[in-house]
């Protein structure tokens, strides 16, 4: 098998664009622009889920089910073995890459430097420094209120180990309530 009979190439308005069956498969053509770059190159993913499980955890779970051992350590050994400029380790990779492993994979095997991931159906994300900062002081002073201020824009946030930063949207794209209420999640879900 050949990394390119995972994906169709496409030129759309003079941009590449690859499309897999598979969100896994992604990995040969960012492996491949990786190569042509000389330099991880960043992702920018809009999704209504984050897609970011951690890499081979599914199948290091299988791995280890029956004779134990410690799954997490299997799955970063597995990615550990993924080298981008060889097509055997990547069709390997793939082959055992679950559902929504592919980002982390692709993080820590230096096929891309960052991910941000802008999801719209689940909730969460990297918290700011300043938000974790108040998240602290409103749990170490219940039921006082809070100390701090409510976090505001601009925020600084922490360089994650997996280099990805997962952006969650509060509320439809185009909301313009203040604040936003019951009626949002009914447009939210309209626009998905």
């Known amino acids: 098998m050949h990394l ?15 499309i897999v069956d598979d969100h896994h498969y992604a ?21 209504h889920h984050t897609d ?5 955890l599914g199948h290091a779970h299988l791995e ?24 055997q380790s990547l069709l390997w990779a793939i082959e055992y890459l679950r559902h929504d492993e592919h980002v982390d994979a692709a993080t820590l095997s230096g096929i891309l430097n960052y991910a941000f991931c802008i ?13 974790q900062e108040y998240d602290a002081d409103r749990q170490a002073r219940w039921p006082q209120p809070p100390k701090l201020p409510l976090p505001r824009r601009p925020m600084t946030y922490e360089d994650p180990a997996n280099h990805i930063f997962v952006i969650s949207h509060d509320c439809a794209i185009g909301c ?3 604040p936003h209420n019951d009626d949002c999640v009914v447009e939210h879900h309209r626009s998905g």
């Open 27 to 47: 990995l040969a053509p960012w492996a491949l622009i990786r190569r042509q770059l000389g330099r991880a190159p960043n992702l920018i993913t809009l999704d």
């Open 64 to 87: 280890t089910y029956e004779n134990g051992g410690d799954a997490w350590a299997l799955a970063r050994d597995l990615v550990n073995r993924i080298d981008w400029q060889d097509d």
């Open 119 to 131: 999801q719209l159906s689940d909730h969460g994300g990297n918290p700011s420094i300043e938000q």
């Open 52 to 56: 970011v499980h951690e890499a081979f």
């Open 176 to 178: 313009s309530r203040m």
């Open 4 to 18: 390119s009979t995972l994906f169709k190439h496409q030129d759309v308005g003079r941009k590449d664009v690859y």
